[in-house]
């Protein structure tokens, strides 16, 4: 039958029609003659005709041989093309490399994080998720990316989580404001201010809520919004104060704001790296993934 023919077969036709030997054939393929002949043999057995006329003196490609060469040797480039592409995606040198990102890290980190890959691997093409970090690690599950960096939150059984930044929470206000002189302060000493919080139910807040306990419901609640961005652009111009993770802080340096650190008690999220339990990274993903954990690691929070 023609699905027994292996590739092992046509690559012995191929070099044998083009030495012209069996003998030159199976040095050339680290093989003994008789194996030569015996994949010869199995390949005319599936074909039902002979690739090869063999006399005393000489080998010669067959009329039937001769149809078949040309999609022999297809057959063999295809394969050896194969092999050189997955070759340079082993060694970095070709390839995509698809990663979820939080919006915190996208806004902060991630532009350092893409420069030093790309000056690394030019040739590698990237392709970045901006999400929530649910989201985010939702595309990690379903295949989408091979890892996020995020925030872990509640998690999931079927992934991995890599800390690699406290991300403490702190204050901010406008350079003019009366708490701005402050260097720390605690929440029980601001409860009364005007706090501009991120929306009922996202992550940041119910983050707040679990660690402030009785103290999140004296926060006063008359303005919220949905991102960081349009929190620190409303602290910006002197609306209110808000509660914001440090590295937020460094997407809005365009903003005049003070900083206050702030405790009792201590507020903090960890971000990192997050990896589907017991799935392999490609070798581009390493490769991201090495440079991401150095810059984000360096982040002194």
């Known amino acids: 039958m023609v699905r027994d023919i292996s590739l092992g077969d046509i690559i012995a036709f191929v ?13 050339e393929l680290h ?11 199995k390949l005319e057995n599936s074909l039902g005709a002979s690739v090869l006329d063999r006399t ?28 050189d592409d997955i070759n340079e995606i082993v060694k970095v040198r ?14 902060t980190l991630l532009p350092e994080i893409i420069t030093s890959f790309r000056d690394a691997h030019p040739d590698i093409r990237v392709r970045v998720h901006e999400d929530s970090s649910p989201q985010a690690l939702e595309k990690v599950l379903n295949g989408q990316s091979e890892f996020a960096l995020a925030q872990f939150g509640e998690g999931h059984p079927d992934l991995e ?13 406008h350079k003019k404001h009366r708490l701005a002189k402050l260097r720390s302060t605690t929440w029980e000493e601001i409860i009364d ?7 009922t139910g996202s992550g940041t807040s119910k983050l707040l809520r679990r660690t402030l306990g009785p103290l999140y ?22 609306i209110g104060i808000a509660a914001i993770p440090t590295l937020i802080q460094l997407s809005r340096k365009d903003l005049d ?4 650190q702030i405790s009792k008690p201590t507020v903090s999220r960890q971000l990192g790296i997050v990896t589907y339990r017991g799935r392999s990274l490609s070798p581009a993903a390493k490769k991201l993934r090495e440079i991401a954990v150095s810059i984000m690691s360096g982040f002194d929070n």
């Open 15 to 27: 070099s044998i029609a083009r030495l012209g030997s069996f003998a030159l054939a199976a040095e």
């Open 217 to 238: 419901d004296l926060i006063s609640k008359d303005m919220e919004t949905g991102h960081f961005h349009s929190q620190l652009g409303m602290v910006g111009r002197g």
């Open 94 to 107: 070709k390839g995509i490399v698809s990663f979820s990102c939080n919006m915190t890290i996208s806004d």
């Open 257 to 260: 704001l003070a900083t206050i």
């Open 31 to 41: 093989v003994t003659q008789s194996a030569l002949s015996r994949r010869i043999k």
């Open 193 to 199: 201010e005007d706090f501009i919080l991120l929306r």
């Open 161 to 173: 989580f890599e800390p690699l930044i406290n991300d403490r929470f702190v204050i901010t206000c």
């Open 56 to 83: 005393t003196r000489s080998i010669s490609v067959s009329t039937l041989g001769l149809e078949f060469l040309p999609k022999a040797n297809r057959i063999v480039e295809d394969f050896n093309r194969s092999l």
